[in-house]
C-alpha cells in the first residue's frame, strides 16, 4: 500500500442510499418526511415519545428488508487486509446507525452516532441489543424499569468514542470521507483534523459536500462504483 498505513474512513448516509436507506438531507430525504427537532433531539423525545419511538421502530424494522451494497463490501475487502500481518491501522467511523458494515463483514467499524440495533437505559444506562419495538416500552434487561430508548447520538448529545476517532486522526496517513453532506458536526471538522495532522485528504460523494474545499482531491458519484475502485487503488499500490 505504498506509503499509506493508517486510513481512517468516515462514512454517512451516502453509503447507504443504494442499498434503499434514505439519507437525511437528499430530496425525498428523512429529514423532508419529519421535523428534525421533533425526532432527532433529546428535546422531541421529552415532548413527545411515542413519536420518536415509532419513527426509530419504523427504521429498524426497515433494516430487515436491505442488504450491504457494493460499497460496504469493498471497505469490508479493505479491513480484511488490515487484519492480516503489519499494514497499518485502518478506522471505519461510521455516523450510520444501519448496521450494513459489519453485515458486508467489515470489524474495524465506529458507530459515532449509535445503532439502530441497540438499547440505551435512561435509567440505568445499561446498553443491550435490541431488534424489537420500543412502542411497546420493553423493560431493560439490566434495572427492570421500562425506560429505554433508542441508542443514537441526537442534536446536542455527545457521539460517541471521540477520543478514539481524534487519536486516530492524529495517526492518519489518508482521512476519506464518502458519502456525507458535511453539515453536521464534530464530523464534518474530522477533515481539517485530520489534514492539520498532515494527512492526505479525500471525498468519495455524489455531488460536492458542504466541506468539499477542505479535501485535498474529491472524486463525485454513486459511491457503490466509486469505493469498489477507489480500494482497488489502495490495495495495488
Ligand atoms: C451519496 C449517494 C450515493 C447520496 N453515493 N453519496 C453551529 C455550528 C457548528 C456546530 C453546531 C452549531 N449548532 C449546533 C451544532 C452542533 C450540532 C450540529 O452539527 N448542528 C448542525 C446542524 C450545524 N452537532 C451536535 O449536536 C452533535 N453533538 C455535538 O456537537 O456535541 C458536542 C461536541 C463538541 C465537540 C466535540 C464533540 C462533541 C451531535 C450530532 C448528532 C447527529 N445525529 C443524527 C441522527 C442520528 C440518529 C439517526 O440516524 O436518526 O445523525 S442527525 C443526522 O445527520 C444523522 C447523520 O449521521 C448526520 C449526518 O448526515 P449524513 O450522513 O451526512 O447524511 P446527509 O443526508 O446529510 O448527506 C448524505 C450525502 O450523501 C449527501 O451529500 C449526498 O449527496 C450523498 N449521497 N446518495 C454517494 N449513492
Redesign the pocket.
Known amino acids: 500500500m505504498g506509503d499509506i498505513r493508517n486510513i481512517v474512513v468516515l462514512t454517512?448516509?451516502?453509503?447507504s442510499?443504494?442499498s434503499g436507506i434514505d439519507?437525511?438531507?437528499?430530496a425525498g430525504?428523512l429529514w423532508e418526511q419529519h421535523r428534525v427537532e421533533d425526532v432527532?433531539t433529546p428535546e422531541g423525545f421529552a415532548r413527545d415519545p411515542d413519536l420518536v419511538l415509532r419513527f426509530y421502530d419504523m427504521r429498524r424494522a426497515a433494516l430487515t428488508k436491505v442488504e450491504p451494497n457494493a460499497a460496504h463490501r469493498a471497505l469490508a475487502r479493505l479491513d480484511a487486509t488490515f487484519a492480516q500481518g503489519d499494514r497499518g491501522d485502518l478506522l471505519i467511523v461510521t455516523?450510520?446507525?444501519d448496521d450494513l458494515h459489519e453485515r458486508a463483514g467489515a470489524k474495524r467499524v465506529l458507530h459515532m452516532?449509535?445503532e439502530l440495533l441497540s438499547a440505551l437505559c435512561a435509567n440505568c444506562a445499561a446498553r443491550e441489543r435490541f431488534a424489537g419495538t420500543m412502542l411497546d416500552r420493553p423493560n431493560c434487561s439490566a434495572c427492570g424499569v421500562a425506560a429505554l430508548r433508542p441508542d443514537?447520538?441526537?442534536?446536542?448529545?455527545?457521539?460517541y468514542q471521540?477520543e478514539r476517532i481524534y487519536s486516530a486522526l492524529a495517526n492518519a496517513d489518508l482521512f476519506v470521507s464518502i458519502?456525507?453532506?458535511g453539515?453536521?458536526?464534530?464530523?464534518?471538522g474530522f477533515v481539517q483534523e485530520a489534514a492539520a495532522h498532515g494527512a492526505r485528504t479525500l471525498e468519495l460523494?455524489?455531488?460536492p459536500?458542504e466541506g468539499s474545499r477542505w479535501f485535498d482531491e474529491h472524486r463525485h458519484g454513486?459511491?457503490?462504483a466509486l469505493v469498489p475502485a477507489w480500494v482497488d487503488e489502495v490495495l495495488a499500490g
Open positions: 454517512g448516509a451516502g453509503i442510499a443504494e439519507t437525511f438531507r437528499d430525504g432527532a455516523q450510520n446507525v452516532h449509535g443514537v447520538v441526537w442534536f446536542g448529545e455527545m457521539p471521540m458519502g456525507t453532506s453539515a453536521v458536526y464534530p464530523a464534518a460523494n455524489l455531488d459536500s454513486p459511491a457503490g
